[in-house]
């Protein structure tokens, strides 16, 4: 892979942490997504709320906020709108440019974008950090959710979400032999010559079982909850899915005794906080309190 000026430069002043990491590759190949996409964020607001949920805003307002790994920034204009006092975004690839750009767009002036590898990103700590559709594409998901978790103050929260290995069979048979083949080609010819005609029946699937979705026999087919979550969506949040799927070099599907085992493990987790709860039959989300 080409290094750029900016990579050039980091590599000088001696920031290997970031161009050494075992993720770059995943980081660079999100960031050429994320660069190729309009201004401003690609989900709703209500997108946003369902992802945090439990978390809500008077759980963020006025509190200091950390997204490990903001992408494009995405998230971050919707967590700007919960008021919290001071926002910081990490990721280590280059769609921190998007990131940026989008948040001197927003209203919201109290924030900041940091470029480095979110494994060893260390803090003073915060009020509440998340990772939202991160833990799951990193080589070490453990380590990601050891950052996270270091990252949060006494009496702070933490919230992720991650692919599940329940409920996501068809996914796992069907479209993880062609990410692990077109994460190797040019991210152009992944997303419009493959993502693009892939898309299409996955489109008119979703529509049949949001139209469907009363009858019995609808409800017993794959992916039936996601499907009416992302049948609300045009074909162009359909795309920028499945190029998501197939553009990265690394996806684990986890599994809820592995997140359990994973909780179980830290002894500044408030035990009585902690929340395993299933999105859209193919996900988890999951979180607590530090004591």
């Not at 000088?12 to 401003?40: C, H, Q």
């Not at 080589?139 to 991650?162: E, Q, T, Y």
């Not at 859209?280 to 979180?287: A, C, E, H, R, Y």
Request: proline share 4%; with cysteine.
């Amino acid at each position: 892979m080409p290094i750029t000026a900016n990579a050039f430069l980091l590599r000088i002043i001696g920031s290997k942490k970031v161009y050494m990491s075992k993720d770059l590759k995943t980081a660079s190949a999100f960031a050429r997504s994320w660069n190729n996409l309009p201004e401003g964020s690609v989900y709703t607001r209500d997108q946003f709320e369902d992802w945090l949920f439990p978390i809500r805003k008077k759980d963020a307002c006025g509190k200091k906020v950390l997204e490990l790994g903001c992408g494009n920034g995405s998230l971050l204009i919707h967590m700007a709108n919960w008021e919290p006092s001071f926002l910081e975004g990490v990721d280590l690839g280059d769609s921190v440019k998007s990131a940026r750009k989008n948040m001197t767009l927003s209203n919201f002036k109290n924030w900041k974008i940091t470029q480095v590898d979110l494994n060893s990103f260390r803090s003073d700590g915060f009020d509440f950090v998340y990772c939202i559709g991160v833990l799951h594409h990193l080589k070490n998901p453990k380590k990601g959710l050891d950052s996270v978790i270091a990252n949060v103050k006494k009496g702070g929260r933490f919230h992720c979400w991650v692919y599940a290995r329940e409920g996501n069979a068809v996914i796992i048979y069907l479209v993880e032999p062609f990410r692990r083949l077109f994460s190797r080609f040019p991210w152009w010819l992944t997303k419009y010559f493959v993502a693009t005609p892939l898309t299409v029946p996955f489109y008119l699937y979703a529509k049949m079982i949001n139209i469907l979705s009363d009858l019995t026999i609808i409800r017993k087919l794959p992916l039936y909850k996601y499907s009416l979550w992302i049948a609300k969506r045009e074909f162009s949040f359909f795309r920028h899915v499945a190029f998501d799927q197939l553009v990265t070099p690394q996806t684990t599907y986890i599994d809820k005794k592995t997140i359990e085992s994973w909780l179980s493990g830290y002894p500044c987790i408030d035990k009585e906080s902690i929340y395993i709860t299933m999105r859209n039959g193919n996900s988890w989300k999951f979180g607590g309190c530090i004591r």
